[in-house]
């Protein structure tokens, strides 16, 4: 333990289960079957399980209740593998990706990430609350061959040369897979072989979604550094911090990324899927719905105003464009 008593434990993943010894060797786990690692109680409730689904894709669930803090860092390794992961734990879960945290968990705003296995993650798990999250590890060359069914050979060729490109993006939790987890989720064990098939379907399913919803995705072709993500990322965090202000202007946040307009334009177009003021304007849209429905306001005009819109009616007209329903039509009056 370091001196604030947070525990810290280093690892890496594989494709195949060795990986978890690392976790038996550093916290005296307990590993059942190579497939359930149980945590020493006096660390952590609950446990996680690892199954190979099929060749060139494995699946890693977690459902723990952490008893003291600890950082669960993810060293990057040069392996073949992409990692997909979704956060749907009870409380906001810290995520540290580079230099730059953010927010995953039921009640975030962006609880979903696609990235190379040799990207440096942190998490930092709530004390107390349920953490509930799944990694989808998938062999590069598995997902390419997947991908290659919904873009020309060349784009493709592209979009995997690693020499040009780097795949990494940072979103929400689509709605269909959303539905799956919470379903799963309700289950509380992991016993039990038709629990076992039931995960490895979930991730065939898991993995489809996200090579149809990468497919919509425009292929920018860009190298990204380690830097342009944590600059890139700092930006955004701003701006989900600060939703109840004006959009601070592109100029703005290309500054404090370090970079030019342009640049910044493009990489995080790459990294978060939308133009930076889009970005906004949605995550802003997307609070106003918890708003809305909170009941701690007595009409539409007090939630345009809170979220810092001087027009309701352009509030309104936005909204209705978003989500095709009026704000009207969602408000539970206080």
């Not at 690692?37 to 190979?52: M, N, Q, R, T, Y």
């Not at 990057?76 to 730059?100: Q, R, S, V």
């Not at 296995?117 to 990694?135: A, D, H, M, T």
């Not at 342009?228 to 600060?242: A, E, F, R």
Request: charged share 20%.
């Amino acid at each position: 333990m370091t001196a604030n008593n947070l525990r810290v434990l280093y690892y890496y993943y594989t494709l195949s289960p060795e990986w978890q010894q690392q976790i038996v060797k550093n916290l005296g786990a307990e590993l059942i079957d190579n497939k359930l690692l149980v945590i020493p109680e006096d660390i952590a409730s609950g446990g996680s399980v690892f199954l190979e689904v099929t060749p060139g894709l494995s699946v890693h669930l977690l459902d723990m209740t952490f008893h003291v803090p600890v950082a669960i860092t993810r060293v990057p390794k040069a392996h073949n593998y992409y990692m997909i992961y979704y956060d749907i734990g009870d409380e906001i879960t810290t995520h540290i990706l580079g230099d730059t945290a953010h927010k995953a968990g039921y009640h975030s705003k962006l609880g979903m990430g696609f990235m190379d296995c040799n990207v440096k993650g942190i998490i930092l798990p709530p004390v107390g609350e349920r953490s509930y999250s799944l990694r989808l590890l998938v062999d590069k060359n598995y997902y390419k061959s997947l991908a290659a069914t919904n873009r020309t050979a060349e784009v493709t060729d592209m979009l995997f040369d690693e020499a040009k490109n780097t795949l990494f993006f940072y979103s929400h939790i689509d709605s269909r897979s959303k539905v799956m987890l919470n379903k799963l989720k309700e289950e509380h064990h992991f016993s039990g072989t038709s629990f076992e098939l039931k995960l490895k379907h979930i991730a065939l399913y898991l993995l489809n979604y996200v090579v149809e919803r990468t497919a919509r995705f425009e292929p920018i072709i860009n190298k990204l550094s380690q830097s342009d993500i944590d600059n890139v990322l700092k930006t955004s965090k701003y701006m989900l911090d600060n939703l109840l202000v004006e959009f601070p202007g592109l100029p703005a946040m290309a500054e404090m990324a370090g970079m030019s307009g342009t640049k910044y334009k493009i990489l995080f177009k790459k990294i978060l899927k939308d133009s930076p003021s889009n970005f906004f304007s949605n995550e802003k849209l997307l609070l106003s719905q918890k708003l809305l429905q909170s009941g701690d306001f007595k009409n539409v005009n007090e939630v345009a105003y809170e979220l810092g819109y001087s027009n309701p009616g352009y509030f309104t007209k936005l909204y209705k464009k978003l989500f095709d329903v009026s704000p009207v039509e969602v408000l539970v009056k206080r």
